[in-house]
């Protein structure tokens, strides 16, 4: 029934439940992806996200599958041949995963610009829209969205929120219960390295005027009150005190000022976080309620993450101080979820009825406001259009990365002039082996058009258009499926909200297995 | 991945098989029959090499399990239960016609010289440093040298892919010419352990419960009969662990103890999703093309991805460590004071960063006979019998001396970690 097909998506999405949890596996469970063109690159997207429970696909192809396809594409068979190609590889990846509802349009493709054309009107949508090409051993992506709000980027090197330069009431008031010189040493040995670096603080603000350990030398001054602080035995030898050792170690960084990053301030710099209305997405929104914490209750800081690391402690001591932490965060995540009320309020909108949906919308509150309010990301790509246009392309990028002419910025030229090359001739370089020789001069004529079109004074190397000729267009499937990978991903990033999507082109290039994105 | 190998031959010199159709290699033959300006030296445009990979053994000793159908995309939930490698087999033998997969349902370590040598190209998908330099080890056995050079014929590349997360890696080692996987042990850390005290007296974090539970609470209380050792994949055993840990972790008020958790830190579960291991195993299997086609330069010789935040990727050429204990052919020397005890150098093996054996066994050879100086012993049940007719506790506290070994005495150590044994000699420095 209901409860053993749950019980069993849990077991078999574990893995990856780990990474996005289940409210991640939500939104994927509630989302709806269409592909158009099940090439090799297309179905090796498709599979990674059919895999891990993507509510729904649709794929749009009105080719017939030929027998050219069947040799690169996992996802068609012998049987497939004459069929049309999005029927053949709905029912194939279908069988993937049972819990993926897939369906399919046979639709004729327009030839030319359908990519530019599709772009817009995804544009002017608001449906985010991932461009996926391999040609050769090349492979390349072009993500372009309007504006993605990552709520969650999961960082991984992030600070500690410690706030031990301006300690909140309830942390200094623990802090003061703690009297060092009068411990024993079993206490004195595991006393949280936190609260060990508070203490000395307060003695070097005594000696200091106030001033926090600003350059190397006072951090090392700092070092060396804290060694002062470790427990002498009979003989006058230091004791072995690993939560000193801690202590010493993280002076670098629990000293740090709290203080708001450019990226946040930004977020709230932004027009929809100015103007609240009744249309207003529910990250801006909520980001405003958190500017209005830090204006009005956080003193010019965020609210409280509410986590600290593990630290040499005994259970009790470490226990109080985690629980400090994690009231001032609940306490905090309250307040803002009372703007985020107001704000609702102030245009008409109710908040969500229901003991259930409270507690569900405090808990997105909370995902916001604690531990991710410092991590709030907002990704915008330029359109199709931009990168395009001779007014706006962005010709900096371009021609400072082909100071090295082996950049993978040539590629993307090279991607480009194919395209040019098509429109001209209504095929691809080098398809059939008696096009090759000559069509490396009808392309190079196609590359030097480009870049004086757009005013790009780079060269590139002969060898590169030689390359492109002679890959005939292939899709070899080995690099259709490294893009496949890479571009599910960021699908997945787009629909969970969760970790940061790429901007905006990212090439991968598998002669020499290495990669580059650029921002056009 | 798949924790497994796959192990692939490629035809030579054969002209389309039956299976064939038209356009079948259309995408191919563009990097097959034409030579272009990346191509190698060696590269001879042909139509002979158009079958592909068609001869492909796949060496894999686990079962399916549903935690792997969010990504191992041969398998179903039919198929929970039958073996990896025959699953495997079945279905891309059917999906790609003319494609030979021959499945082995058994460890790699089950094979010796005489099954690896008829390989062209090993590929790893392992789920371990231990497996990966046990075949490292193994490639390295199978090389010839003639005057201290290594014959080239004698070669089999090693391409070898592992991830975790959002995070992997793929490297080319041709063995005895590129940096090994020993080369670089450094970049495979030891795995952390929470210390006993922690656990036994002090927890803090909810893994802390749970290894109290695991580690001290299960060999105690034997909750499912004697000698039953705790199987993480048995949900009753997790259940089990996850309920003391419960207790536990009330009983010092620590909060965030779930099923999961429990689960994970018992499996000591990796995370993983479909993109990540596609992108790499792709990155392999490109590679692999490389090889056998001389069609473009090969990886040299290790990449890193992530795409955490946008995408990353790092690719650089690890070195070769001078005397690497795997691929340097140098004897390894072992420096110590004539007091040193047999326990010190156990700790040594054990211990070095460069070494990080797990259980090594040494012998020696003594007045013209081969005798054992070191064994772990498992299975206190079993008796055996110690050359010195000592227990292995005593035997490790005896110095060198005591035991009869002289300064340039050479030692054979036998370990999982190599398929070989590693010749070390004795340097006594005082």
Redesign the interface.
């Known amino acids: 029934g209901m409860a053993a097909n749950k019980a069993?998506k849990e077991?078999?999405?574990?893995?990856?439940?780990?990474?996005w949890g289940d409210h991640g596996q939500e939104a994927l469970e509630n989302a709806h992806v269409c592909l158009v063109n099940a090439t090799a690159t297309g179905t090796?997207i498709l599979?990674?996200l059919v895999?891990?429970?993507i509510g729904a696909f649709t794929i749009v192809d009105g080719h017939k599958v030929?027998?050219?396809d069947?040799?690169?594409n996992?996802f068609l068979?012998?049987n497939s041949?004459g069929k049309n190609r999005a029927q053949a590889a709905t029912e194939l990846l279908q069988?993937?995963?049972?819990d993926v509802s897939g369906n399919f349009v046979e639709e004729v493709r327009a030839a030319g610009s359908t990519c530019l054309r599709l772009g817009a009107v995804l544009w002017n949508a608001e449906v985010p829209f991932l461009v996926c090409r391999t040609y050769?051993?090349v492979g390349c992506m072009r993500l372009v969205v309007r504006e993605h709000t990552v709520v969650e980027?999961?960082?991984?090197n992030a600070l500690e929120d410690l706030r031990l330069d301006q300690p909140f009431t309830e942390l200094k008031n623990h802090i003061d219960s703690y009297d060092l010189d009068s411990m024993e040493k079993k206490d004195h040995s595991?006393t949280p390295w936190i609260i060990i670096v508070a203490k000395f603080l307060e003695k070097w603000y005594s000696e200091h005027n106030f001033q926090m350990p600003k350059n190397y030398k006072e951090k090392e001054a700092f070092r060396e009150l804290l060694r002062q602080g470790i427990l002498k035995n009979e003989n006058g030898a230091p004791e072995d005190e690993e939560n000193f050792d801690e202590a010493i170690k993280n002076v670098n960084t629990a000293l740090n000022a709290t203080k708001i990053s450019s990226t946040v301030e930004d977020i709230f710099s932004c027009d929809l976080c100015d103007n609240i209305t009744a249309q207003t997405p529910a990250f801006w929104v909520m980001a405003r309620a958190v500017r209005d914490f830090v204006r009005d209750d956080g003193n010019g800081i965020l609210p409280v993450r509410g986590t600290i690391p593990?630290?040499i402690?005994?259970?009790?001591k470490?226990?109080k101080l985690?629980n400090v932490y994690r009231e001032k965060a609940l306490q905090d995540a309250s307040v803002v979820s009372k703007h985020v009320e107001s704000l609702l309020q102030s245009v008409g909108k109710v908040c969500p009825p229901g003991y259930l949906l409270i507690m569900k919308f405090f808990k997105c509150v909370f995902i916001i406001s604690g531990k991710n309010a410092a991590f709030l990301r907002v990704v915008r790509c330029r359109s199709l259009e931009e990168e395009y246009s001779i007014e706006s392309v962005n010709k900096d990028e371009i021609t400072s990365c082909m100071d090295n002419p082996d950049s993978e910025m040539v590629l993307y030229l090279m991607l480009r002039s194919i395209d040019r090359f098509y429109q001209q001739h209504s095929h691809y370089p080098?398809v059939y082996?008696y096009q090759?020789e000559e069509d490396i001069s009808r392309l190079k004529v196609c590359v030097n058009s480009l870049l004086q079109e757009y005013g790009l004074s780079v060269s590139v190397k002969?060898?590169?258009i030689?390359?492109f000729c002679?890959?005939?267009s292939?899709?070899?499937?080995?690099?259709a499926?490294?893009l496949?990978?890479?571009a599910?991903?960021?699908a997945?990033k787009i629909i969970t909200q969760q970790?940061?999507?790429?901007?905006n082109t990212?090439i991968?290039n598998?002669?020499?297995?290495?990669?580059a994105?650029f921002q056009l | 991945m798949a924790d497994g190998d796959e192990l692939m031959a490629v035809d030579e010199g054969h002209v389309a098989c039956g299976g064939d159709w038209d356009g079948r290699w259309n995408h191919l033959k563009k990097f097959l029959e034409r030579s272009g300006p990346f191509t190698l030296p060696d590269f001879e445009p042909g139509t002979e090499a158009l079958s592909g990979f068609r001869n492909i053994h796949v060496v894999d000793m686990d079962t399916i399990d549903i935690s792997n159908l969010n990504r191992q995309f041969l398998f179903r939930s039919k198929d929970v239960g039958r073996p990896k490698a025959e699953v495997a087999a079945e279905f891309v033998n059917s999906r790609v016609p003319g494609c030979n997969v021959t499945p082995h349902c058994q460890k790699i370590q089950d094979f010796d010289e005489s099954f690896y040598r008829k390989f062209h190209i090993i590929v790893c998908g392992l789920d371990s440093v231990i497996a990966r330099r046990w075949m490292n080890g193994m490639l390295i056995s199978l090389l010839n040298y003639e005057n201290g050079v290594v014959d080239q014929s004698t070669i089999i590349p090693l391409i070898d892919g592992g991830t975790e997360g959002f995070k992997g890696n793929a490297r080319v080692i041709l063995p005895g010419m590129t940096a090994c996987i020993d080369c670089t042990l450094e970049l495979y850390p030891p795995q952390i352990n929470f210390p006993m005290c922690t656990i036994a007296s002090m927890p803090r974090l909810p893994e802390h419960c749970i290894e109290f539970a695991r580690i001290l609470q299960w060999p105690k209380e034997e909750p499912f009969g004697d000698g039953v050792s705790l199987d993480g994949d048995n949900p009753e055993h997790i259940q089990w662990v996850f309920m003391k840990a419960q207790e536990r972790a009330s009983e010092f008020n620590i909060t965030g103890v779930t099923y999961r958790l429990t689960q994970g830190v018992v499996k000591r579960v990796i995370p993983a999703v479909a993109s990540t291991n596609a992108v790499i195993a792709a990155a392999c299997a490109t590679e692999a093309f490389k090889i056998a086609t001389s069609a473009y330069v090969t990886l040299n010789n290790y990449l890193v991805f992530s795409d955490v935040d946008g995408l990353y990727t790092y690719t650089f050429e690890a070195e070769r460590k001078e005397n690497c204990s795997a691929c340097s052919q140098v004897p390894q020397d072992l420096q110590f004071s004539s007091s040193a005890k047999l326990q010190d150098v156990l700790q040594y093996l054990t211990e070095s960063t460069s070494l990080q054996m797990k259980s090594p066994a040494i012998t020696t050879t003594l007045q013209g006979k081969n005798k054992t100086l070191y064994l772990q012993v498992i299975n206190i049940k079993r008796s055996l019998v110690f050359s010195f007719s000592l227990s292995p506790s005593v035997l490790v506290s005896l110095t060198g001396a005591e035991l009869g070994l002289a300064d340039g005495q050479e030692l054979a150590v036998a370990d999982v970690t190599t398929p070989q044994t590693v010749l070390f000699k004795l340097n006594f420095t005082s």
């Open positions: 069993a077991q078999k999405y574990d893995r990856q439940l780990r990474l090796e599979k990674n895999l891990p429970g030929s027998g050219e069947v040799g690169n996992f068979s012998t041949i069988e993937l995963n049972s050769g051993l980027s999961h960082p991984d595991h593990d630290m402690a005994d259970s009790e470490f226990i985690q080098g082996d090759v002969d060898d590169y030689h390359e002679r890959c005939g292939a899709e070899p499937h080995t690099v499926a490294f496949g990978g890479c599910a991903q960021e997945i970790f940061v999507p790429f901007n990212f991968y598998a002669m020499t297995q290495t990669s994105t």
